[in-house]
């Protein structure tokens, strides 16, 4: 597609519950990235693929979060025994391997946990 | 890490330039300075970057000083809709886009 494409736009859950966010980055972008923002908060990284490389995990809050990367394209945000503290916007970027490019970002997962 | 300073807020009347300072004193020679703009409910969007040659596009213009530790952002004629919070960034590494507080600027009739 033309941008980058989050799947859902809200998600509403109950403490205690898994969720999965998707990511579905500009075609032919080897990079991509996932952060979050809580309300009135900068953007906190969270984890990071390029290609084939092992991704870049050093961002993730704790290990109740994980996330894939299929065929290089699509990739899913895992949530396991969600908390209120998870409650955010979840924004997926990507970007062409060389660095002097800049990022496009999705319009974010909004996560309420209640 | 290259570490970005910029003011909490500025306003601008509309029609006029805005320009966005942004301190970064620590940057390395091989480090881009990008900026994005963050409007309300929206992900970040990418405006310019640069790495010591100033830069212009379609949004904005791009001023980095010689020394390179502070930039500029130009919005030649800024409009209602560019309110924002407008982010400076110095890429630390190939994957860690750092964002900070950035500046919320806002255009005002």
Redesign the interface.
Known sequence: GAG?SQSPSNKVTEKGKDVELRCDPISGHT?L?W?RQSLGQ??E?LI?F?GNSAP?KSGLPSDRFSAERTGGSVSTLTIQRTQQEDSAVY?C?SSLRD??Y???????TRLTVV | DAKTTQPPSMDCAEGRAANLPCNHSTISGNE?V?W?RQIHS?????II?G?KNNETNEMASLIITEDRKSSTLILPHATLRDTAVYYCIV?VA?????????TRLTVKP
């Open positions: 980058v990079a990235y952060y900068g953007l990284f990071y390029q870049d924004l970027a660095r002097s800049g990022y496009t970002f999705g319009s974010g | 881009y990008y994005y929206q992900g970040p969007q990418y970057h790495l890429r190939m994957w860690d886009m750092r964002f900070g507080a950035g």
